[in-house]
């Protein structure tokens, strides 16, 4: 048996779990928004509440 009878089902098999994957991903809304990700590290800082600079600084300050 050639093992293109083997290999080719499994490339399509995987190729179409890929595209059923990305397509269950965009119905479930994970692309909606791609801009606040890369920024939601810069506004770390501000999220903490409390946590400013004093309070981070320890007990020998």
């Avoid at 089902?9 to 269950?24: H, T, Y």
């Avoid at 909606?32 to 770390?44: F, G, K, N, Q, S």
């Amino acid at each position: 048996m050639s093992v293109v009878y083997v290999l080719l089902p499994v490339a399509v098999c995987l190729a179409a779990a890929g595209v059923a994957a990305f397509i269950w991903s965009v119905h479930q809304g994970q692309f909606d928004d791609m801009e606040t990700p890369a920024v939601r590290m810069l506004h770390d800082d501000e999220d903490r509440g409390d946590e400013g600079p004093a309070s981070r600084a320890g007990p020998g300050r």
